[in-house]
């Protein structure tokens, strides 16, 4: 069964979410990856504020190719996760809800997802051409000299995910 | 003598890390559509379709094919009754994935230096590996690297009493560890014996080899085929999400070693496993 979900959403719709179930996803994600999340972690660091609110949030790992004139995107699928293992407790523990990527999370990472009733979504790995077709518009936000690496938010419709930990911990990995 | 001017290197280098970013090899596509029939889990069989889909999208509205377009990796050989006039050959080399990068809308995905980690913004430079072989042609290989899968990779400096056995534990080993986080279903290049950077580099060349080909050497082709049946067994499957189907190929890549090693390579390589070939010189 396919559950269709928009985001941003609340806390009471991801815990209803349940590890392995196919949820396609609408509205508006944050894209960030690896350079980025290290200046969120500085700038939490030094005890300044983020570019970005994250209450409600979601973020997904990937830096896209390049688009090409007249496209709003280059290819777009997930990239591994557990690369950004070391921010996501703190951003969890700020408010982030949902992060959507590829592959196994640390035990910090399951903990944090079962403390805030978040939910991690897996995307398929090597699909991003076809993911591509779900975005319908893309924009940087902010750190635009990191490149592919930079921050965006997307608006996405119909977005495959699995869910792959859910807000009670169970996960699709074992 | 055979003169080739680098501006023809450039060239090929050029087209070839473009096309393989769009188009999978046909050995590599064939593969996937064959093992989507295949599949033993509905979910697996469900993620294939999509795999399948993704290079049919890719291929039609010239989308790469994945968006780590990689780490440009470029094997050489150099035929020694070659003269290669017209610049050097490393920077014709470069010049052509810089080319390829730029004009092919492909990503960017390397940093200057591994601490200071500033991006070039033309995917240079390459690794390059130049061997010198008998002839008047030159063999441009490019494979370009996703690291997802890169990162999974490793390297066991095993002891001689180990054998086959000790073999067989470490690729399991890291096909396990790598699990969902290399994209499977995987190619799996693994280099046995030389010395350690042989051993690595044998791995990362086996990834070339074409899908379905056989290895010269009967008994390692019985252990290719032992160990990608074993590795199907594991349940990884497509995506990490379960099946039966968790590696596509496995080959192997021997060398003679010193009397007190075994050294094993394995390198990693998700579904996206791009590699394509051209010759200079063939009339
Ligand atoms: S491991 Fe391969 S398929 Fe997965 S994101 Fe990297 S290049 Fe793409």
Do not use: W
């Amino acid at each position: 069964m396919e559950i269709k979900i928009n985001l941003p959403t609340t806390k009471e719709e991801i815990i209803k979410l349940k590890c392995g179930d196919f949820v396609s996803i609408s509205g508006e994600i944050y894209v960030a990856r690896d350079a980025a999340h290290k200046r969120l972690m500085e700038l939490i660091k030094e005890g300044r504020p983020l570019p970005i609110n994250l209450e409600n949030e979601a973020i997904y790992y990937m830096g896209p190719s390049p688009a090409r004139p007249g496209r709003i995107i280059g290819s777009a699928g997930p990239t591994t996760s557990s690369r950004m293992d070391f921010a996501a407790p703190t951003l969890l523990d700020m408010g982030l809800l949902v992060m959507i990527g590829k592959g196994k999370r640390s035990p910090e990472v399951h903990e944090a997802i079962k403390r805030n009733g978040a939910v991690y979504f897996a995307a398929i790995g090597g699909a991003g051409a076809l993911i591509s077709k779900s975005i319908e518009s893309s924009e940087i936000v902010c750190y635009e000299d990191l490149g592919a690496e930079a921050i965006r938010r997307l608006t996405v419709k119909d977005f495959p995910v699995v869910v792959a930990i859910d807000s009670g911990g169970r996960d699709i990995y074992g | 003598m055979r003169r080739i001017d680098v501006s023809l290197i450039t060239q090929k280098v050029a087209e070839l890390f473009e096309s393989v970013n769009y188009k999978l090899s046909d050995d590599v596509s064939k593969a996937l559509r064959n093992a989507s029939e295949k599949e033993e889990s509905a979910l697996g069989r469900r993620v294939l379709s999509s795999l399948c889909e993704n290079m049919d999208v890719a291929e039609n509205e010239q989308i790469p094919i994945c968006q780590d377009t990689g780490m440009a990796v470029v094997f050489l050989e150099i035929g020694q009754e070659v003269e290669l006039v017209g610049g050097y050959i490393e920077d014709a080399v470069n010049e052509g994935v810089r080319k390829a990068y730029e004009e092919g809308y492909l990503r960017k995905s390397v940093v200057n230096d591994p601490l200071e980690r500033i991006n070039t913004k033309d995917n240079t430079p390459a690794i390059i590996h130049e061997r010198i072989v008998k002839g008047d042609k030159v063999k441009i290989t490019v494979a370009p690297k996703g690291f997802g899968s890169e990162n999974m990779s490793r390297l066991f400096m095993l002891k001689p009493a180990q054998g086959v056995e000790g073999v067989k534990d470490a690729v399991l080993e890291t096909v396990k560890a790598a699990g969902p986080n290399a994209c499977p279903p995987f190619v799996i290049g693994v280099g046995i014996g030389g010395d350690f950077e042989k051993a690595a580099l044998m791995a990362k060349h086996a990834l070339t080899r074409e899908i379905g080909s056989k290895n010269e050497k009967e008994e390692i082709n019985s252990l290719e085929e032992e160990l990608l049946s074993s590795i199907n067994s594991l349940g990884i499957g497509p995506a990490g999400l379960g099946g039966s189907t968790t590696a596509l190929a496995v080959f192997i890549e021997t060398y003679p070693t010193h009397i007190a090693g075994l050294p094993v390579a394995v390198n990693m390589c998700c579904h996206v496993s791009r590699h394509r070939s051209a010759v200079i010189g063939e009339d």
